[in-house]
């Protein structure tokens, strides 16, 4: 079935040097979307990415989405000890199971103040 | 607008006891979801619903089964717990996954043990 592999598992950063995750698909997908989840915390919506090659930046954080829309990254610049938290992408394939989410394993950030 | 909830948000069962865990959502979505999440495994899909009177099984569905009587409330049931069930439960809900943005909107969760 669908693989989504996320990379790395873990990272600790001091505060002020940046971060990047990033996501491989086994196959092509429709979108993908990157969530947030503080520790003790639940899953939050951070961003979608639809179109081949697309990049969008939200203050600090840029998300990039492959051209050949099978792999996508999250860079944190300067990183804040508000980033503190896991971060998920999922994908959805074309025509998958009722457009359901394959959420990668995630990336656990911790940040050294 | 509280979004969405589960009850309860923590529970301690023994092996072969059975429980449900309720989600409601007050945002009128069709799609509902439920996770579970193991330390480095992600979130996996157990079962989804399209619509009110309709479930399906998604990755990991065994052990588990799901209701959706009402458009607002999915139900998610272990008939016979087992220890390889303990993990922390997360409900979702989104509109159409066709539209511009269909985000899933998540609960707070429902950290279960079975000891």
């Known amino acids: 079935g669908q693989q989504v592999m996320q990379i790395p598992q873990y990272q600790h950063v001091q505060e002020g040097e940046d971060f990047t995750t990033y996501c491989n698909s086994s196959?092509?997908?429709?979108?993908i979307q990157w969530y947030k989840q503080r520790p003790g915390g639940h899953p939050v919506f951070l961003i979608q990415?639809?179109?081949?090659?697309e990049v969008k930046k939200q203050k600090r954080l840029t998300f990039q989405f492959g051209e050949a829309k099978k792999n996508s990254s999250l860079h944190i610049t300067a990183t804040q000890t508000t980033d503190v938290g896991t971060y998920f992408c999922?994908?959805?394939?074309?025509?998958?199971?009722?457009?359901?989410?394959?959420f990668g394993k995630g990336t656990k950030l911790s940040v050294k103040p | 607008n509280a979004g969405v909830t589960q009850t309860p948000k923590f529970r301690v069962l023994k092996t072969g006891q059975s429980m449900t865990l309720l989600c409601a959502q007050d945002?009128?979505?069709?799609?509902m979801y439920w996770y579970r999440q193991d330390p480095g495994m992600g979130l996996r899909l157990i079962h989804y619903?399209?619509?009110?009177?309709?479930?399906a099984k998604g990755e990991v569905p065994d052990g588990y089964n799901v209701s959706r009587l009402k458009k607002q409330n999915f139900l998610l049931g272990l008939e016979s717990a087992a220890p390889s069930q303990t993990s922390v439960y997360f409900c979702?809900?989104?509109?159409?996954?066709?539209?511009?943005?269909?985000?899933?909107?998540f609960g707070p969760g429902t950290r279960l043990t079975v000891l």
């Open positions: 979702a809900s989104s509109v159409f996954p066709w539209v511009t943005s269909n985000e899933q909107f």
């Open positions: 196959t092509t997908l429709s979108n």
């Open positions: 990415l639809v179109k081949s090659g």
């Open positions: 999922a994908g959805m394939n074309y025509g998958g199971s009722q457009g359901n989410l394959i």
């Open positions: 945002m009128n979505h069709e799609y």
């Open positions: 619903s399209v619509g009110e009177g309709t479930t």
